[in-house]
């Protein structure tokens, strides 16, 4: 580790973190002719990142030049959903054809460590500076107070203090340096799921053959109930990639405090299952990760202005999950946007206080990160109260009723399909348990 140059006050703002909410933040800052100085804790950007696999790019395409460029591994061509109970399997299935065409519905499996250094590259290129392996330890105020300016930030380099007008904080869901300055509270454990990914490599023809896949188009599977996740609220997914499958799950923190079983040990169960085993067995595994993931929603996401720093992407708690939208990086690359621009209006007027960059938290508001959250934010407490209908009875009643519907014997169709549905209500607490849980729910497909 070298000694730090005396870089204090020749850049407009430091961005920690160099993933898509920092880089899109660098980047946008930077085509507006800022200086910008990015901290990336990894050997590079994307080293220390970690998510499920599905990048959403409608911000990003519009920020760099080509995105034709970006290493993404394969286009997501299906989505299929499914509902496992310990044994069986019942799943709805998309393929529309438009998501074959261009730009592929914005929706690509990515590996993190080529992407990030990618996106981070174009910010490079745009003017901005990128440091590596370089961790930041704090803010620098002003004065003692913990609303008093925040003008830099103390790395661990020798000499590491560096100073400017302001701090981009996009360190993500770990975000250490933002509580230890009070800038936000760390979330209940209720409000933060725990995710554990295997990266599997395997023959280009394999993972062609077991999703029935050609050239770039991929798949994005989501599984849900027992054996999925048991015991908690939660899910588990398979992306496929160009020669690697990612597999994981995520469930809540305070489900895992009461489940005995590890992540990984959840994890192997989940690759275990009749319905997954075919699709992932044999491989290698290259890649073996587990982080965090805020989904407090919206009433979880703190200030995001300060006097000289603003928050973004997943430090920021900016992750929306009501389980049909898994989403994060389009919202972390939509804050970085919008962000840079008001930490541009402020730079140019001489400012860098709370109030002068408030525009970053109107502009936030109004734009589809907030209105999502908002408009789902009702769920995680929908799903509190229906965590073990949702994940337990509900997988188990609906693979019991189809077998029961589709089942081949001398008794009638008509008497089949009445226990079907018998099982189904049963689980749902009858008719009028049906009736208020579908009206619980209606909300979700809006």
């Known amino acids: 580790m070298t000694e730090t140059p005396n870089y204090d006050n020749e850049y407009d703002a430091i961005v920690v973190g160099a993933g898509p909410a920092g880089s899109a933040a660098a980047l946008t800052m930077a085509k507006q002719d800022l200086d910008v100085i990015m901290i990336e804790r990894g050997a590079y950007p994307g080293a220390k990142n970690v998510f499920g696999g599905v990048l959403f790019t409608p911000t990003i395409r519009e920020l760099v030049d080509d995105f034709s460029e970006a290493p993404v591994e394969r286009y997501v061509a299906e989505k299929k959903f499914s ?9 709805l299935s998309m393929k529309p054809g438009s998501w074959h065409e261009e730009p592929h519905n914005d929706s690509f499996t990515i590996l993190r460590g080529d992407f990030d250094e990618w996106f981070a590259d174009q910010a490079v290129e745009a003017g901005a500076t990128l440091i590596t392996e370089t961790t930041v330890l704090d803010v620098i105020r002003e004065g003692d107070d913990e609303h008093s300016q925040i003008i830099g930030v103390e790395t661990d380099r020798p000499d590491g203090r560096l100073l400017a007008p302001v701090t981009v904080l996009a360190e993500g869901a770990n975000s250490l340096v933002s509580e230890g300055a009070g800038l936000k509270e760390t979330s209940d454990a209720k409000d933060v799921a725990v995710a554990a990914k295997e990266v599997r490599k395997y023959d280009r023809d394999t993972i062609e053959e077991r999703f029935n896949l050609h050239d770039e188009d991929g798949v994005a599977y989501h599984y849900f109930g027992e054996g999925a996740v048991p015991e908690g609220f939660g899910g588990a997914y398979i992306y496929t990639n160009k020669r690697t499958i990612s597999i994981g799950l995520a469930y809540s923190i305070s489900d895992a405090r009461s489940n005995p079983k590890k992540p990984d040990e959840i994890l192997n169960e989940f690759k275990n299952h009749p319905a997954v085993a075919p699709l ?17 929603g919206y009433d979880d996401v703190p200030d995001l202005v300060h006097n000289g720093a603003v928050l973004v992407g997943d430090t920021a ?35 860098a206080d709370e109030a002068a960059l408030s525009q970053y938290p109107e502009d936030l508001e109004n734009s589809f990160v907030m209105q999502n959250l908002e408009n789902y934010s009702w769920f995680q407490d929908l799903i509190g109260q229906e965590e073990e209908f949702l994940f337990e009875k509900l997988p188990t009643a609906i693979a019991e009723a189809e077998k029961e ?5 001398k008794e009638p169709k008509e008497s089949h399909a009445k226990k079907a549905k018998d099982i189904v209500l049963q689980a749902a607490g009858g008719y009028i348990g049906a009736a208020k849980r579908a009206w619980k729910f209606r909300r979700l497909l809006s």
């Open 280 to 296: 992932v067995r044999g491989g290698r595994l290259i890649e073996y990760s587990a982080h965090a993931i805020p989904e407090g």
């Open 317 to 351: 708690g900016l992750v929306l999950n009501n389980g049909v939208h898994l989403e994060g990086t389009n919202m972390a690359a939509e804050s970085g946007y919008h962000a840079a621009n008001a930490i541009a209006d402020a730079i140019d007027r001489g400012r």
């Open 405 to 409: 519907y589709f089942r081949m014997d």
């Open 83 to 91: 509902m496992l109970s310990n044994e069986d399997e019942t799943a």
